[in-house]
């Protein structure tokens, strides 16, 4: 049981560059979500997920894109990267059967530079 | 919408120190509570939660107690550790079944905990 997985763990980009970063979970949770983590602002909400073929956009989601294929994916897309979007981003998923899971669970992070 | 709002930091304690971080919070529904922990170049890790008015949770020495009253969540540990040191996050979510407005996690800004030997 791996947990929620991201790749890749690093990435530099130059503006105007696209690039996808991977989330997988082995957890079979419903809810999936993106964050971005900048200094002082704690972590944002970009996009998140509660099913197969169902995505919504949170509080800051311009610039990024989502799909949600299958229950254990949840790609995010950067089309054309800017330097703003250089952060941390976090994937996380939880299930929604009850309030006992409704933990969610973080991957390692991907720090992604923007130049 | 949700909000919450967490002690601002840094927090410098030395080793067997008391600490606390102060947490309040605005939500719709009845929301859960949560504090996770961020050591340094790792994600966040759940530390302890409460998901109804009065719980206690705890781990690893640490404790927070769910006040509907006042609407906060405050951290405390009596004695820390130079292993304790990290960013702490208080959070909230909220279950559209109970109110909520969807199943989001919001985060406080977090407070990094220094702790010198």
């Known amino acids: 049981n791996a947990g929620v997985t991201q790749t890749p763990k690093f990435q530099v980009l130059k503006t105007g560059q696209s690039m996808t970063l991977q989330c997988a979970q082995d957890m079979n949770h419903e809810y999936m979500s993106w964050y971005r983590q900048d200094p002082g602002m704690g972590l944002r909400l970009i996009h998140y997920s509660v099913g197969a073929g169902i995505t919504d956009q949170g509080e800051v989601p311009n610039g990024y894109n989502v799909s949600r294929s299958t229950t254990e994916d949840f790609p995010l897309r950067l089309l054309s990267a800017a330097p703003s979007q250089t952060s941390v981003y976090f994937c996380?998923?939880?299930?929604?059967?009850?309030?006992?899971?409704?933990?969610?669970?973080f991957g390692p992070g991907t720090r992604l530079t923007v130049l | 919408g949700d909000s919450v709002t967490q002690m601002e930091g840094p927090v410098t304690l030395s080793e067997e120190a008391f600490l606390t971080i102060n947490c309040t919070y605005t939500?719709?529904?009845?929301?859960?509570l949560f504090w996770y922990v961020q050591y340094p170049g790792e994600g966040l890790q759940l530390l302890l939660k409460?998901?109804?008015?009065?719980d206690k949770g705890s781990n690893k020495g640490f404790e927070a107690t769910y006040r509907k009253e006042t609407t906060s969540f405050h951290l405390e540990k009596g004695s820390v550790q130079v292993s304790d040191s990290a960013v702490y996050f208080c959070?909230?979510?909220?279950?559209?079944?109970?109110?909520?407005?969807?199943?989001?996690?919001?985060f406080g800004k977090g407070t990094l905990l220094t702790v010198n030997p």
């Open positions: 959070a909230l979510t909220t279950n559209p079944r109970s109110g909520g407005s969807n199943y989001k996690l919001t």
């Open positions: 409460a998901t109804k008015a009065d």
């Open positions: 939500a719709t529904g009845y929301p859960s």
């Open positions: 996380a998923s939880r299930g929604l059967a009850g309030v006992i899971t409704d933990t969610q669970y």
